[in-house]
């Protein structure tokens, strides 16, 4: 006799996400896949400052910890439940983008 796994007993596994190891670095896709999210979502909320990688390898790759990862999680939870759609996230990292470039241009004014 084979045991059968209950319907509910899967579903209830399937939902339980991965939790990254503490301790350990992720590329850019590798993190974007833990946190059930495109690569190029990742590299909006860097750009838009919600996100930062652990650092920069000199040839220009990023690494994630556990932390980023669980963050983006977070903020993806956040961004579904409100309704908002990504586009909506990158016109407000433009929009954010552009104020703290006219912020620099005022300052550069009062120094000069």
Same mark, same amino acid.
């Given at each position: ?12 596994r399937?939902?339980?996400a991965?939790l ?7 590329d850019?896709?590798?993190a ?18 919600l996100l ?6 000199p040839?220009? *790759? =990023?690494?994630?910890?556990? &932390?980023?990862?669980?963050?983006? !999680?977070?903020?993806? %939870?956040? @961004?579904?439940?409100?309704?908002l ?5 990158? *016109? =407000?990292?433009?929009?954010? &983008?552009?104020?703290?470039?006219? !912020?620099?241009?005022? %300052?550069? @004014?009062?120094?000069?």
């Amino acid at each position: 006799m084979t045991p059968t796994i209950q319907t509910q007993d899967a579903a209830v596994r399937a939902l339980v996400a991965y939790l990254p190891r503490a301790g350990v670095l992720y590329d850019l896709d590798q993190a974007a896949m833990l946190a059930g999210v495109t690569r190029r979502t990742m590299l909006l909320y860097c750009r838009c400052g919600l996100l930062s990688p652990s650092f920069e390898v000199p040839y220009g *790759a =990023m690494v994630f910890g556990p &932390e980023a990862i669980l963050s983006v !999680r977070g903020i993806e %939870r956040v @961004r579904i439940a409100r309704g908002l759609e990504r586009a909506w996230v990158a *016109a =407000m990292c433009e929009v954010l &983008e552009e104020l703290e470039r006219l !912020r620099a241009e005022m %300052r550069e @004014r009062r120094i000069a």
